[in-house]
């Protein structure tokens, strides 16, 4: 595995794939048992892997006390990223959950005793609330950073506006956004926000929750068939995707899913890589040794090409290059 700086600012090295743990537990009746999440995670970090992303919410809290169990006595050697906003309870008290101040001092002192650590190196409300001040949110995390719990900051699902209003205000490191051959919208706005901020970009669902490994036009189910009625199903942007996907994979004796995480290596992005059974694992991380050549790369990002929208047509019209 590669270490690559995370972000133009900090000066922090990570390995090229960072390890998601959504489906890691089985406290919310989906994913991997405790045991073999163990399993998962000693593989990942025996591939050199030092970047684990979770939240309090995933699997109800039992994702971070998984992990806490696993980096007891050597929790330096990691960075772990946690977010609050839903809590870690299946059904929390309206003071308990969202972006406020209170949900945020409550949702820290549960992870840091969750994961048996007493800082968190990025720590992030996992979406906008929609409601809690942007200028609450910037003094709840500055707060945080003062009193030693939280290392460095970030954000997730929030619009590029409201990012950049925050990152302008205090240091912001590290963005986390849905980006894949699927949903590349993140590129009008997010990603190039993040580029001028230098913060860190990584994605979530790499492989758009396991559609872009091909599995589903094979006749497997899985997490789209289980949880998101015709999640699984193909329009005809989506099938040219995965035709590509799977004409390169041939190309490059690989696999349709190590293209797709290869593409978002390609574009400087951190592949938040969600794996619930090792074999996934291990096909995941095999996709650092894959090596998409210029004429790859230009047909999968044709092939996956997106309306940019106002004001970026119009100004691509209008700027030089
Ligand atoms: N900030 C946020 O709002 C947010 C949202 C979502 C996720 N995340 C983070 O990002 C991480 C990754 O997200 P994701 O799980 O959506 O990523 P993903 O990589 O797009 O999807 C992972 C899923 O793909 C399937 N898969 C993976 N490898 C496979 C293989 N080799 N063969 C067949 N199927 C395979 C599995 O689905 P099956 O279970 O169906 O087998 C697996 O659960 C999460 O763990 C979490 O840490 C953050």
Redesign the pocket.
Known sequence: MKYKLFGSKTGLPVSEL???????GDRRG??TAARDALQILAAYADAGGNYI???DT?QFGELEETVGKFIDHKRDDFIICT?YTRSSQPDPSVANAGNHRKAMRQAIEGSLKRLKTDYIDIY?P??DDGVTTLEEIVRGLEDLVTAGKVLYTGL??FAAWKAASIAGAIPVSAL???Y?LMQRTAERELLPMAEHFGMGA????????????G?YRKG???????STPGGHLEDERTKMILDQTEQIAKEVDS?S??V??AWVLSKGVF???????L??????LSAVDISLNADQIMRLNQISTFSMGFPHDLLATVQQK
Do not use: W
């Open positions: 960072i390890l998601g743990g959504s489906q890691l989906y994913g992303d979770v939240s995933y977010k992030m996992h979406f997730a699902n986390q956004i849905e894949n990584m994605c979530y669902s790499p492989l758009a929750a396991g559609l872009l490994t599995k497997a189910s899985g997490r789209l068939t289980l696999t899913g190590q797709a995480l592949p938040i890589i969600g794996a619930r059974t074999a996934h694992l291990e096909t995941s």
